[in-house]
């Protein structure tokens, strides 16, 4: 995840631009870089590396106006933002992924254009640059070109034909507008212009700006209709504006799971059949990992042994970060109950210090994980391991301080479904306390299970990361009950982060 900022004004905002970006660093990247204009020439600074290495350098650049710049995900100095179009007179940044990049580019080779780096940034500048030659004004350029793709982005855009100005635009990705005095914002991210104003319009999805030091506006890219914003006042500190309003940071992480699907799944099919087409001419493969990262591996090295799988999970998983959003809400309050029902640091109330996380199958590298994050933050005991595991040792730690949390498979994988059973049937004939998910209304299960956290209509193989999100909200709002610092939990030189 990357971010963006711009900066429309007259004064010298390059301080306030570099100080934006460092605001920025959280979202993580690899390379950063600005633009400035005087009013009669163009500076960009880019490279790889820490934002004060590479930026401040550019301090030296004085009576600037306009400047837009970008934290990135490449990994070269040519692949790194901002890029400028073949005939200099259009800067551009930008934040997300464009699907049908490769095919735009084609045109505009044909017709001449050249290419300094392997991003589809630089093919959208230019698409501006050759649409302009049509339409000779910025804004219509700018808004056919933003027609002519397809994928999730936020862009900033510079023109030296309207150098007064900033235009952007926002699909699936981040974008808020800082009105100032004297001076307008567009960030990522709140906290990117906070220091200097309070107010903020969040951009919804296909809705563009055009900002002058003084002025803005808001329209619509479909329709072109004026949008009436709605501007917000931010309340919240440096630290509470990086967290989007929302508590802490795992919190926020948790509920940006979906543009996090919609990224990982915007990899390109060329790109994915050339790692495909290494793995198949292979002899052996292996999937390596630490931590979290290991039950990624397990968890693909699952899928990769059940090969009818793959081609199911690419095809529903874009479709499933829609509904990740509704899942989430929806089962806040269930899952918050279940907290509140285990988790105390009142001695006068129950709470459950032991925990058995299990899972057979594919459910086992979800289980890990789920055991990881619990133990993580709340400071807990708890163990993931594959429910088949139990007969072996494990059942003999069953009592009423261990309670067990099994991750169930869909009833229309029978057998799974059927051995996983039985593994909690062992538990319950024991007086073990039983969490799993499943079919609320389900009498087998009903008649062993403690609490069960129902799954939604969703495709079966979407299950394990339905589970796994649950997972990691039963674990944040235990830690919170227990006061525990969520984010920077003791002993670990880092932050929480989720799958």
């Given at each position: 995840?990357?971010?963006?900022?711009?900066?429309?004004?007259?004064?010298?905002?390059?301080?306030?631009?570099?100080?934006?970006?460092?605001?920025?660093?959280?979202?993580?990247?690899?390379?950063?870089?600005?633009?400035?204009?005087?009013?009669?020439?163009?500076?960009?600074?880019?490279?790889?590396?820490?934002?004060?290495?590479?930026?401040?350098?550019?301090?030296?650049?004085?009576?600037?106006?306009?400047?837009?710049?970008?934290?990135?995900?490449?990994?070269?100095?040519?692949?790194?933002?901002?890029?400028?179009?073949?005939?200099?007179?259009?800067?551009?940044?930008?934040?997300?992924?464009?699907?049908?990049?490769?095919?735009?580019?084609?045109?505009?080779?044909?017709?001449?254009?050249?290419?300094?780096?392997?991003?589809?940034?630089?093919?959208?500048?230019?698409?501006?640059?050759?649409?302009?030659?049509?339409?000779?004004?910025?804004?219509?350029?700018?808004?056919r070109a933003v027609k002519l793709i397809k994928?999730?982005?936020?862009?900033?855009?510079?023109?030296?034909?309207?150098?007064?100005?900033?235009?952007?635009?926002?699909?699936?990705?981040?974008?808020?507008?800082?009105?100032?005095?004297?001076?307008?914002?567009?960030?990522?991210?709140?906290?990117?212009?906070?220091?200097?104003?309070?107010?903020?319009?969040?951009?919804?999805?296909?809705?563009?700006?055009?900002?002058?030091?003084?002025?803005?506006?808001?329209?619509?890219?479909?329709?072109?209709?004026?949008?009436?914003?709605?501007?917000?006042?931010?309340?919240?500190?440096?630290?509470?504006?990086?967290?989007?309003?929302?508590?802490?940071?795992?919190?926020?992480?948790?509920?940006?799971?979906?543009?996090?699907?919609?990224?990982?799944?915007?990899?390109?099919?060329?790109?994915?059949?050339?790692?495909?087409?290494?793995?198949?001419?292979?002899?052996?493969?292996?999937?390596?990992?630490?931590?979290?990262?290991?039950?990624?591996?397990?968890?693909?090295?699952?899928?990769?042994?059940?090969?009818?799988?793959?081609?199911?999970?690419?095809?529903?998983?874009?479709?499933?970060?829609?509904?990740?959003?509704?899942?989430?809400?929806?089962?806040?309050?269930?899952?918050?109950?279940?907290?509140?029902?285990?988790?105390?640091?009142?001695?006068?109330?129950?709470?459950?210090?032991?925990?058995?996380?299990?899972?057979?199958?594919?459910?086992?590298?979800?289980?890990?994980?789920?055991?990881?994050?619990?133990?993580?933050?709340?400071?807990?005991?708890?163990?993931?391991?594959?429910?088949?595991?139990?007969?072996?040792?494990?059942?003999?730690?069953?009592?009423?301080?261990?309670?067990?949390?099994?991750?169930?498979?869909?009833?229309?994988?029978?057998?799974?479904?059927?051995?996983?059973?039985?593994?909690?049937?062992?538990?319950?004939?024991?007086?073990?306390?039983?969490?799993?998910?499943?079919?609320?209304?389900?009498?087998?299960?009903?008649?062993?299970?403690?609490?069960i956290i129902p799954l939604p209509k969703v495709?079966?193989?979407?299950?394990?990361?339905?589970?796994?999100?649950?997972?990691?909200?039963?674990?944040?709002?235990?830690?919170?009950?227990?006061?525990?610092?969520?984010?920077?939990?003791?002993?670990?030189?880092?932050?929480?982060?989720?799958?």
């Amino acid at each position: 995840m990357c971010g963006i900022s711009a900066v429309a004004g007259y004064e010298n905002v390059t301080p306030q631009l570099i100080s934006s970006l460092k605001k920025l660093e959280y979202r993580g990247y690899d390379s950063c870089g600005i633009f400035v204009f005087d009013g009669t020439q163009g500076f960009i600074k880019k490279n790889i590396g820490e934002t004060r290495r590479t930026l401040e350098q550019s301090a030296a650049i004085s009576v600037l106006r306009t400047p837009v710049g970008q934290r990135t995900a490449g990994v070269t100095q040519k692949n790194a933002h901002p890029f400028y179009s073949n005939d200099k007179n259009f800067t551009l940044v930008h934040n997300g992924i464009i699907d049908n990049f490769r095919d735009l580019k084609e045109i505009l080779l044909k017709e001449g254009y050249q290419f300094e780096s392997e991003t589809d940034s630089e093919v959208f500048v230019n698409l501006v640059q050759k649409l302009y030659a049509e339409e000779q004004d910025t804004e219509r350029a700018f808004i056919r070109a933003v027609k002519l793709i397809k994928g999730h982005y936020a862009f900033a855009l510079f023109s030296r034909h309207e150098p007064t100005k900033i235009f952007a635009v926002k699909k699936d990705s981040p974008l808020i507008l800082g009105p100032g005095n004297g001076v307008n914002f567009i960030a990522s991210d709140i906290n990117a212009f906070l220091e200097w104003t309070r107010d903020a319009v969040i951009i919804n999805d296909d809705e563009y700006i055009v900002a002058s030091n003084n002025t803005y506006s808001v329209r619509s890219v479909l329709t072109g209709e004026i949008i009436t914003p709605r501007i917000i006042s931010v309340n919240w500190d440096s630290q509470e504006a990086q967290k989007g309003g929302f508590e802490h940071f795992m919190l926020k992480e948790i509920f940006e799971q979906p543009q996090t699907v919609r990224h990982a799944m915007s990899v390109s099919a060329d790109d994915i059949a050339k790692v495909g087409k290494l793995i198949a001419e292979s002899s052996q493969n292996s999937f390596l990992g630490v931590g979290t990262t290991y039950y990624v591996a397990l968890y693909g090295s699952y899928l990769f042994a059940k090969n009818n799988e793959l081609e199911k999970q690419e095809r529903m998983l874009y479709d499933f970060a829609g509904v990740i959003s509704e899942i989430i809400n929806t089962q806040s309050g269930t899952i918050l109950k279940l907290a509140e029902k285990y988790i105390s640091d009142s001695p006068q109330r129950r709470h459950i210090s032991n925990w058995l996380y299990l899972g057979k199958g594919i459910y086992h590298a979800i289980a890990l994980e789920a055991a990881l994050k619990m133990k993580e933050i709340t400071y807990l005991h708890a163990e993931g391991m594959s429910a088949g595991f139990l007969k072996h040792g494990t059942l003999s730690l069953v009592d009423q301080q261990m309670a067990t949390f099994f991750f169930m498979p869909d009833e229309s994988d029978d057998a799974l479904y059927r051995s996983t059973l039985h593994a909690l049937q062992e538990v319950k004939a024991r007086n073990g306390i039983v969490v799993c998910f499943g079919n609320p209304e389900n009498e087998k299960l009903i008649a062993v299970a403690d609490d069960i956290i129902p799954l939604p209509k969703v495709e079966a193989a979407l299950y394990p990361y339905y589970e796994l999100i649950i997972a990691q909200l039963f674990a944040y709002y235990s830690a919170t009950r227990l006061k525990r610092n969520v984010d920077k939990p003791r002993n670990l030189a880092k932050s929480v982060t989720v799958a």
